[in-house]
């Protein structure tokens, strides 16, 4: 039987993790980008904290470019990595995202490969090939599950959200499955908290919408810390969500999405639900050691992904500083 993975076995690489959150993007780097007098003297500041040349001029190669960096971070830290579970989670979500453009290509007859990115863990043309085959016992096994009931879904329905909502399901069911298997109430509450925001988003949409219980109960993940009784409950009455939110990391939140159903911004309730989970994972800056600094580092690192690409395309678009800032997430330093 394998020896149990203690916290003290992350020592040497919760050590350098603490180093290399020296070179994460601040909020003053962020502000010498906005600043910069030229889109080129926007990027040597990016280089200048380790990234490659990036062109928002062409979305596509820039993407390719950030991808790369955060494959050789994930490569690079799975080396040090006690325990690879933890490096997995930050995959996930890239096999899922192709099962779903594998599907919905399928269905428009079109090809998926511009909608695959291989960043999951398995290979994105190796995941293409086994889903069009029906081969999904050649998947990880909730991979597999998730693949075959959505392809069934949409099979029978037609309907690409549905089969999302299948697929968004398994995603989150993996990911606590994952922190149940390694004992991480870290991990847990990381999940328990995106659960909380996505189904705190899929409540004020709803209620946008002019859509009551019925409808919402059809798309709430289960697994939060708010049970979805409660979040129904809150769609029939059609409100009540600062009261619902009000004692947890979502309260914030909850204001912005109860201002958000009275006309105003949809897109900064939806900043503050990303922010909520941020804050939640910055709490690893004051664990010493074990696998919270790895979890909280690597979900810093997609966070910076996210606002390098705010940053340059709004400028690219020509938006205001002001524009910009608003749509930046809170980063990890």
Known sequence: MANKIKDTDYL?????????????????????????????????????????????????????????????????????????????????????????????????????????MDMGRVPAMV???????????????????????????????????????????????????????????????????????????????????????????TVLLEGGSIGTDAVISAGNSGGGLTELYGPTPLQTAAEAGAEALRGGSLTAFEKLCDDAVGEYLAGAQFVPFGEAPLLGYLAARETEYTNIRILLMGRGAGLSADVIRSRLRNGYV
Not at 29 to 34: G, I, N, P, S
Not at 42 to 52: D, F, M, R, S, T
Request: hydrophobic share 45%; with cysteine; net charge negative.
């Open 12 to 116: 040497a690489i919760s050590a350098r993790i603490k180093a290399m959150e020296t070179g994460l993007l601040t909020r003053e780097r962020m502000e010498q980008v906005l600043d910069a007098r030229t889109d080129e003297e926007a990027v040597k500041i990016l280089q200048e904290c380790g990234y490659p040349e990036l062109d928002a001029r062409d979305p596509e190669a820039m993407d390719a470019a950030l991808s790369a960096a955060r494959e050789a971070t994930l490569s690079d830290l799975l080396d040090g990595a006690p325990d690879p579970r933890y490096i997995d989670i930050f995959k996930l979500k890239y096999d899922y995202h192709n099962i779903k453009a594998v599907l919905k290509a399928t269905a428009m007859q079109v090809s998926p490969d511009s909608m695959l």
């Open 127 to 217: 995941l293409k090939e086994a889903v069009l085959a029906g081969r999904m016992d050649e998947l990880p096994e909730g991979l597999a599950a998730a693949a075959a009931e959505a392809k069934e879904v949409l099979d029978s329905t037609r309907d690409p959200q549905l089969s999302d909502i299948v697929l968004d399901r398994w995603y989150y069911r993996e990911m606590m499955a994952s922190a149940e298997a390694t004992g991480s109430s870290f991990l847990a509450g990381y999940v328990k908290i995106q659960i909380d925001a996505a189904n705190l988003r899929a409540l004020v949409r709803t209620l946008r919408m002019g859509k009551g219980g019925d409808f919402l109960k």
